[in-house]
Antibody, heavy 119, light 110 residues
Framework: EVQLVQSGAEVKKPGESLKISCKGSGYSFTGYWIGWVRQMPGKGLEWMGIIYPGDSDTRYSPSFQGQVTISADKSISTAYLQWSSLKASDTAMYYC????????????WGQGTMVTVSS | QSALTQPASVSGSPGQSITISCTGTSSDVGGYNYVSWYQQHPGKAPKLMIYDVSKRPSGVSNRFSGSKSGNTASLTISGLQAEDEADYYC??????????FGGGTKLTVL
């Protein structure tokens, strides 16, 4: 079965760092792009960026460039989304999803990771 | 990159058809045939319903169809069923080689 399994919910304080993960299985991890999507509480979906684990080619939405870092470790079929200094406004559900090429839709989604940033 | 424009809500009775619009620009919806639609039930991850404007993934009911005219894409759901009640999001590839989502539409089945 093709699936993306994300790491569990996180509760952090402002200024702390965080790295959440997305592990792919059931398919060739290096043959698909992995993207990250933010959904703030009660709000819509926002495209953050994507990475091609095969060569680590990474692209960011202008809204998220410099705010987060997307990376991948193809040896363990896992992609990551990282913050160096969290803000309360980073509180959201974060989904990973895969697509075959940059022009393809996201066909498989992870279950989501809830990140709560509060003092 | 501005979000694509969708109506905040639509509604219909069981058995009826509804259409959700998604308006962008020539730099996204109008410029490419890479528009997709996602269904999201409360507390769940989004699910791909339509890709490349009008193609359905395996397993998606043929009651769901997509189309595009100019800078506006549309999702039509025919024979509405209670299980169709959800949020729907459009998404388009853009001239910046990124993707943009619409603001989402809440579908209520009366």
């Amino acid at each position: 079965e093709v699936q993306l399994v994300q790491s569990g919910a996180e509760v952090k304080k402002p200024g702390e760092s965080l790295k959440i993960s997305c592990k792919g299985s059931g398919y060739s991890f290096t043959g698909y792009w992995i993207g990250w999507v933010r959904q703030m509480p009660g709000k819509g979906l926002e495209w953050m960026g994507i990475i091609y684990p095969g060569d680590s080619d990474t692209r960011y939405s202008p809204s998220f460039q410099g705010q987060v870092t997307i990376s991948a470790d193809k040896s363990i079929s896992t992609a990551y989304l990282q913050w160096s200094s969290l803000k309360a406004s980073d509180t959201a559900m974060y989904y990973c999803a895969r697509h075959r090429t940059t022009r393809d839709a996201f066909d498989i989604w992870g279950q989501g990771t809830m990140v709560t940033v509060s003092s | 990159q501005s979000a694509l424009t969708q109506p905040a809500s639509v509604s219909g009775s069981p058995g009826q058809s509804i259409t959700i619009s998604c308006t962008g620009t020539s730099s996204d919806v109008g410029g490419y045939n890479y528009v997709s639609w996602y269904q999201q039930h409360p507390g769940k991850a989004p699910k791909l319903m339509i890709y490349d404007v009008s193609k359905r993934p395996s397993g998606v009911s043929n009651r769901f169809s997509g189309s595009k005219s100019g800078n506006t894409a549309s999702l039509t759901i025919s024979g509405l069923q209670a299980e169709d009640e959800a949020d729907y999001y459009c998404s388009s590839y853009t001239s910046s080689s990124t993707w943009v989502f619409g603001g989402g539409t809440k579908l209520t089945v009366l």
